[in-house]
């Protein structure tokens, strides 16, 4: 594994099996000069390809992807790990480019697959998959998914060689997939994880969000398609009424001439 500092505060640092300790002190493993660091702000140990992150001093602020960590967690590929304003990230998958000054940039490799949301409070927040993802209400879960209905471990991601396989943990309200309730079961691309009522879809990285995508076109179309115009209408009122008016103004003038005609002839004959 590899600890990577997206921010540039300091060298990724390569970890085997061991204890190394992160702060501001000289005598850190990992020495950070940041004026938010405690002198050892955190440890990391790792054994047999696990690596959990322990806080000795509850002063000592750090977060795992956005939760304050208070004792020993587990970490995974691509936590983010922000200690003060130090971020760093777990990386055990990586590609390496050469520029053109050779200098050699460190590029997290994306993950296969990623769960994104489509309903409610979650709606279009996505989660890599990588190794064995579990998902509940529990702070502790991978991905914490805090709503009513919702049991403390609810389900378990695993994204092995072949694909993904989700297992149901004993919840509550259970867990469906395309709609149909499952204990254990194969998922694959589009298909929708379902907890209670909140929703995600199995996608790859850079999908469009189908609900997005659907909006878009709609918009398109509405915006391509050409617009009623009204002058027609105006113009079939205005021509319907001259022919009226034309046909009123013969009428009048035949009766005219006619009335004009039987006067004159009256006048003869008499």
């Given at each position: 594994m590899k600890l990577h500092f997206p921010h540039g505060e300091h060298q990724g640092v390569y970890l085997q099996d061991g204890k190394y300790s992160i702060g501001s002190s000289s005598d850190a493993d990992i020495s950070i000069q940041d004026k938010g660091l405690g002198n050892v702000h955190a440890t990391l140990q790792l054994a047999d390809g696990e690596c959990v992150l322990s806080v000795d001093n509850e002063a000592s602020l750090i977060s795992v992807n956005g939760k304050l960590v208070t004792k020993p967690k587990e970490l995974r590929e691509g936590d983010l790990i922000i200690a003060a304003q130090v971020h760093m990230k777990l990386v055990s998958s990586i590609e390496t480019e050469e520029e053109d000054d050779n200098r050699t940039r460190v590029r997290?490799?994306?993950?296969?697959?990623?769960?994104?949301?489509?309903?409610?409070?979650?709606?279009?927040?996505?989660?890599?998959?990588?190794?064995?993802?579990?998902?509940?209400?529990?702070?502790?879960?991978?991905i914490c998914v805090n709503a009513d209905g919702i049991s403390r471990k609810h389900v378990q991601i695993d994204a092995e060689a072949d694909g993904l396989v989700a297992t149901d943990l004993g919840s509550s309200n259970g867990t469906f997939v395309n709609g149909k309730k499952?204990?254990?079961?194969?998922?694959?691309?589009?298909d929708e994880l379902r907890l209670d009522n909140i929703r995600f879809l199995i996608q790859t990285p850079g999908m469009t969000d189908p609900a997005i995508e659907g909006a878009t076109k709609k918009n398109n179309k509405t915006a391509s398609a050409p617009k009623a115009s009204s002058a027609p209408a105006v113009e079939e009122k205005s021509g319907s009424g001259l022919i009226k008016w034309l046909?009123?103004?013969?009428?009048?003038?035949?009766?005219?001439?006619?009335?004009?005609?039987?006067?004159?002839l009256n006048g003869i004959l008499g």
């Amino acid at each position: 594994m590899k600890l990577h500092f997206p921010h540039g505060e300091h060298q990724g640092v390569y970890l085997q099996d061991g204890k190394y300790s992160i702060g501001s002190s000289s005598d850190a493993d990992i020495s950070i000069q940041d004026k938010g660091l405690g002198n050892v702000h955190a440890t990391l140990q790792l054994a047999d390809g696990e690596c959990v992150l322990s806080v000795d001093n509850e002063a000592s602020l750090i977060s795992v992807n956005g939760k304050l960590v208070t004792k020993p967690k587990e970490l995974r590929e691509g936590d983010l790990i922000i200690a003060a304003q130090v971020h760093m990230k777990l990386v055990s998958s990586i590609e390496t480019e050469e520029e053109d000054d050779n200098r050699t940039r460190v590029r997290m490799a994306l993950p296969k697959f990623v769960l994104r949301g489509v309903s409610g409070a979650y709606f279009g927040k996505t989660y890599p998959l990588r190794g064995s993802t579990i998902m509940g209400r529990h702070s502790e879960c991978h991905i914490c998914v805090n709503a009513d209905g919702i049991s403390r471990k609810h389900v378990q991601i695993d994204a092995e060689a072949d694909g993904l396989v989700a297992t149901d943990l004993g919840s509550s309200n259970g867990t469906f997939v395309n709609g149909k309730k499952i204990d254990k079961t194969e998922l694959n691309v589009g298909d929708e994880l379902r907890l209670d009522n909140i929703r995600f879809l199995i996608q790859t990285p850079g999908m469009t969000d189908p609900a997005i995508e659907g909006a878009t076109k709609k918009n398109n179309k509405t915006a391509s398609a050409p617009k009623a115009s009204s002058a027609p209408a105006v113009e079939e009122k205005s021509g319907s009424g001259l022919i009226k008016w034309l046909v009123t103004v013969l009428v009048l003038g035949g009766a005219i001439a006619g009335a004009w005609k039987m006067g004159y002839l009256n006048g003869i004959l008499g």
